[in-house]
């Protein structure tokens, strides 16, 4: 592991695809997540969002039920 490696800036506006391949989630997830309104569906997102995806996908692998994130959200 290169702890020398120089990071990659995240660009302001994310495509979708991109916003997924960051967030390390299928589009399915992501499907979801809008139709339970944690996020509109759009086709474009910010780093807020971005965090946002990176944060939900975190508390699914912790097992947090839908419900308990919502509450996240709010």
């Known amino acids: 592991y290169d702890t020398n490696v120089p990071e990659v800036p995240i660009p302001a506006s994310l495509t979708r695809k991109q916003a997924l391949r960051l967030a390390s ?3 399915q997830q992501l499907v979801a997540w809008e139709k339970l309104g944690y996020f509109p569906t759009k086709d474009s997102y910010d780093q807020r969002d ?3 995806m990176r944060n939900l996908r975190t508390l699914r692998a912790a097992g947090v039920p ?5 509450r996240f959200l709010e």
Do not use: C, F, Q
């Open 66 to 70: 839908y419900e308990r994130m919502a």
């Open 25 to 27: 989630i299928t589009p």
């Open 50 to 52: 971005l965090v946002m």
